[in-house]
């Protein structure tokens, strides 16, 4: 019967999703890590085993063996990075551990074009990994039901290993309280790293059993990291039996999502989740309140002094003067800094004073780019009103979804934002009628000078980032502040907490919205790929750099970024290696940002 | 300055002038083409597609270059996005002053590209971006485009599908605009010549995200009789894999888009299916002249065979020196009105630069894999040229707006 087929078909596919997500769910349980490297060590995983399993004997022992060692090989790996880089993060504020393993995301991929060259590399199946069994009244491959079994076996022997285990014991203290920890002598730094060393085992094991059904290539790690966030989340934060869960419930309802509704492939996964985020925000298994990743350690913000004013004035008389003066590629360069200013600045909203992680912001960005673009296009509608059209479009998508996500917090709101960045990606790929789906929509000139539109850009995003400025500290940011570092006093003092949520949210997507309008007009075209993940991060990257605590410090995050990346892009094929070192110095450096106060070693 | 008196100017080769803007270039300075690819998103395509065009601007330099200059390469990252693609362009073209603008692998930084050439009244020749639009619908004068289309690949294949006893298919395609417009075409093409045919099921798998277990159990749930797969690359890996393993193309016939290409033939390794009707490069198997010097040369220069991608990048090149010949200049408007109709020397013998709507009719090789050594090869193949897999002219034409 192929409906059975197809469900023990999900549940190979769910038992290679727990193999990639249980490692990230270990590390996030003690060390509180969102470690976006997580898919980078699960690539690593599959070359290292590639390379061993070809020297290897081609026998059931000898692909235990390779697995094993290139599970070994990813441990150590993922212990190095934790002393070498996490370790020192652990102080500095939470997020920017996201940013040190965006870096290191950078640098691997690099690293391993470098070692193992730019093609496929496929393992040679030797026949007992190539064998079928009948069953179902169908052939289902012998090895994935070894797949199948592995899954809860890994569930098991982890089980075990935090249940009865004095290093068990110990980490699960950890998970529950870390100072209480510390305070009974024990080493947390050896704890992290051996944590950690063990999430990166389970990613190299995952990377390595995947090997049988396909091949190492350069892209796993992207491919990997969203599949292992999904799983965590949906499973709930450090619950490892959750994790399973969410697997099996996503791996199968995949499977079988295929035959009923085969265009829905781009987002069956992110509905799955936003539907259990909805209903059950701390995921399956996840206690209720365990969802953090809330901005810790609150610092009030500083009013900007007059000294702030009149730098802010400098620089943007700075930038009209280096505009004017500018060739046309730098005046390229200066035009996407300067709307990257607002984007960035449009996330800090939520991310500073909010308190509201998004891992989805494109998704504003790109709605505005496209009402921006379709006002230009269907409509012919002049230059101010399509511009006009993108905040509008965007504030009013973002009030209905808002609704939504404000009532969730931490990490769940995040990946609730990243779901329904995903689905209005899909809906870009595949409304072709509206958006011209991959082929976008082309032609789309402001009918300036480059310089001229460069200077229109330059009035709209300070303005624009001055008046986000002037709300922060305005009656209605001292409230929204309020109301995330005292929830309880701030709706106990009568503030309307929910309400002050989603303002923020909305005035956050408008003016991401705005920003997207005006990128659409500097380039000329919009694609999926202005709602695409990347661009999420990127915004993310700008705000960390910059530093979250302050207002100048998604400005200059911006502006550094976006110099860094377009400089070393042109500069060097090597350029992912240099922006991923430049950025892991900043912030070892800097853990406070380029724009934070109390700069300096974060012990 | 006028469009006729331009062309006019170029027929009477009177070069210096009809640009005097440009009577600085004239000397012995190079030309510059300027190219922008993914290399660090695509690098399984695009490292040896940037030696194919390597080798050809220095087989040109050494045979003296084109209108007695040599020719430099310009070459940019685009990182697989079309926003960078466009700022990059701004520096070839505003601070490098490259002549000619080329490049893409994506089709939407292709066609960005494009558009971006277009309000700069510049050259772009797009190399690999298999779109239609780029030529068709949002086609312009100063756009051209290298490889075989969507539609080209497909009705190649159609002709041998069609002779095929099957009449219930299924198709597995990536979820993007080249997975769905290959797919469009191919059941357009088979059902007009074969109206007995029908399509049981259609699986669109996220481009490098494929759950193969999941698509090769639902493709065989329907049934079909014969399978049109249009996935490459590292989903293709995944998808025959698990497809031998559960007998999915047992009795299956099975007519796949790029299959026979080196770059994804070779990881296929000893598993790759026998007697599938693929397009392709058959490198190993080729015997004429032209493809033997080429495959020498590149041999020589790199120390490996070539791919498909080593072909479009040295064909790129060549292609664009023909034209610029032809226009006897490189300034912009004589070259729009040069490039078309000029024809060009490729790895796989002589094409053109069609009048109609500017693209080449470079084509590619149809045939059936087959397993030799334990590795993948394409057996009774035979070039199909890409002029005779284009539409007639008036279909053309309305296709085309431009």
């Known amino acids: 019967m192929s409906f059975a087929l197809q469900a023990l078909t999900g549940l190979a596919g769910a038992s290679s999703l727990f193999l990639v997500a249980c490692g990230l769910s270990v590390i996030f349980g003690v060390t509180r890590v969102v470690n976006f490297a997580h898919g980078s060590l699960f690539m690593l995983g599959a070359y290292l085993g590639w390379s061993l399993l070809r020297l290897l004997p081609h026998t059931p022992w000898g692909f235990g063996l390779g697995v094993a060692g290139a599970a070994i090989g990813v441990a150590a790996i993922g212990a190095v990075l934790e002393m070498a880089v996490l370790r020192r993060l652990y102080a500095a504020p939470e997020l920017l551990q996201l940013l040190a393993t965006f870096a290191l995301v950078l640098i691997i991929q690099d690293c391993v074009q470098a070692i193992w060259g730019p093609a496929e590399l496929s393992l040679p199946r030797p026949p007992f990994l190539r064998a079928s069994i009948t069953i179902l009244g169908g052939r289902f491959p012998r090895y994935d039901l070894w797949l199948i079994m592995a899954g809860p076996l890994v569930l098991g022997l982890l089980h075990l290993l935090f249940a009865r285990t004095r290093f068990g014991m110990v980490v699960r203290a950890a998970t529950e309280n870390r100072a209480l920890v510390a305070a009974f002598g024990i080493d947390q730094r050896r704890l992290f790293t051996l944590v950690f060393s063990l999430g990166a085992g389970l990613a190299g094991l995952g990377g390595a059993l995947s090997l049988p059904d396909g091949s190492a290539n350069i892209g796993l790690d992207l491919r990997s990291i969203t599949d292992a966030f999904v799983v965590v989340v949906v499973g709930g934060m450090g619950s490892i039996a959750g994790a399973y869960l969410a697997a099996v419930l996503i791996g199968v309802l995949q499977s079988l999502g295929l035959v009923w509704l085969p265009q829905g492939s781009l987002v069956l996964v992110f509905v799955i989740m936003a539907a259990v985020l909805v209903i059950r925000p701390q995921g399956l298994l996840g206690r209720a309140g365990s969802e953090t990743g809330q901005p810790d350690r609150p610092t009030p913000m500083r009013a900007a002094s007059a000294g702030g004013r009149i730098a802010f004035a400098v620089l943007v008389c700075a930038l009209a003067l280096a505009g004017s003066l500018a060739g046309p590629f730098w005046l390229a360069v200066l035009t996407e800094a300067v709307i990257a200013v607002l984007f960035a600045a449009s996330l800090h909203v939520m991310l500073g004073p909010g308190g509201m992680i998004s891992f989805g912001h494109a998704a504003w960005f790109g709605i505005g780019a496209y009402a921006a673009g379709l006002a230009a296009t269907s409509l012919a509608a002049p230059l101010p009103i399509s511009l006009l059209a993108a905040p509008v479009a965007a504030g009013l998508i973002a009030l209905l979804i808002g609704q939504v996500v404000v009532r969730l917090s931490g990490v769940a709101l995040a990946m609730l934002t990243l779901a329904f960045a995903q689905i209005a990606w899909a809906v870009a790929v595949q409304w072709t009628q509206l958006t011209g789906g991959d082929d976008g929509i082309l032609g789309i000139w402001p009918g300036l000078t480059p310089r001229g539109y460069f200077l229109l850009c330059l009035a709209v995003c300070a303005i624009g980032t001055a008046l986000l400025r002037q709300t922060l500290f305005a009656p209605f940011g001292l409230a929204l502040r309020a109301a995330r570092d005292a929830p309880l006093r701030a709706a106990a003092s009568g503030l309307p907490i929910a309400r002050l949520r989603l303002a923020a949210f909305v005035l956050s997507g408008t003016a991401a919205g705005l920003s997207g309008g005006l990128s659409a007009f500097a380039k000329g075209s919009v694609f999926p790929a202005s709602l695409a993940i990347d661009r999420s991060v990127d915004a993310l990257s700008m705000v960390l750099l910059g530093g979250v605590q302050s207002v100048s410090g998604p400005v200059i995050g911006a502006l550094a970024y976006t110099g860094l990346f377009d400089t070393l892009l042109l500069a060097s094929s090597h350029w992912r290696l240099w922006l991923g070192c430049a950025l892991l110095a900043l912030v070892l450096i800097r853990p406070q940002g380029l724009a934070g106060r109390g700069a300096g070693r974060a012990a | ?402």
Do not use: C
């Open chain 2, 1 to 402: 300055m006028s469009l006729t008196r331009r062309s006019l100017l170029a027929a009477s080769a009177a070069a210096p002038l009809a640009a005097p803007a440009r009577l600085r270039a004239q000397g012995a300075t190079p030309i510059r083409i300027g190219e922008i690819n993914s290399y660090t998103a695509i690098p399984a395509f695009t490292l040896p597609y940037r030696r194919g065009m390597e080798l050809a601007v220095e087989q040109i330099n050494a045979q003296g270059g084109v209108l007695g200059r040599h020719i430099e390469l310009l070459v940019r990252d685009d990182a697989g996005k079309p926003d960078d693609a466009i700022r990059l362009a701004t520096e070839l073209l505003g601070e490098q002053k490259v002549d000619v603008l080329a490049g893409g692998f994506l089709s939407n930084v292709g066609l960005a590209l494009s558009d971006f050439a277009l309000k700069n009244k510049t050259m772009f020749i797009a190399g690999e971006p298999l779109t239609d639009a780029l030529v068709w619908e949002k086609g312009h004068r100063y756009g051209f485009r290298l490889r075989p289309s969507t539609y080209m690949q497909a009705a190649m294949l159609v002709e041998e599908a069609a002779k095929l006893p099957a009449t219930r298919w299924a198709t597995v395609a990536p979820n993007y605009e080249y997975g769905t417009s290959t797919v469009k075409w191919f059941k357009q093409l088979l059902q007009a010549r074969r109206p007995d045919v029908r399509f049981v099921a259609d699986q669109l798998p996220p481009l490098g995200k494929i759950d193969a277990g999941a698509t090769v159990a639902a493709i065989e749930a329907a049934k079909p009789q014969a399978i049109f797969n249009v996935t490459f690359g590292p989903d293709l890996t995944n998808f025959v894999r698990q497809g031998n393993t559960r007998g999915l193309f047992d009795n299956r016939d099975v007519v796949s888009v790029l299959t026979g290409e080196p770059e994804y033939l070779d990881p296929l390794g000893d598993e790759t299916p026998q007697g599938w009707i693929v397009t392709g490069y058959p490198v190993t198997g080729v015997t004429d002249p032209t493809n033997l010097a080429f495959i020498a040369a590149y041999k020589a220069k790199w120390g490996e065979m070539p791919k498909m991608g080593s072909v479009v990048g040295h064909a790129l090149i060549t292609s664009i020196v023909a034209g610029i010949a032809k226009s006897g200049s490189v300034e912009q408007e004589k070259m729009a009105d040069g490039f078309p109709g000029a024809s060009f020397a490729t790895p796989f013998g002589r094409a053109l630069w069609r009048t109609q709507d500017h693209q080449s009719t470079l084509g590619t090789y149809v045939g059936r894999t087959a397993l030799k050594d334990g590795h993948g090869t394409m057996v009774e193949w035979r070039y199909e040229d890409g002029a005779s897999a284009l539409p007639p002219d008036d279909v053309v034409k309305a296709l085309r707006p431009a």
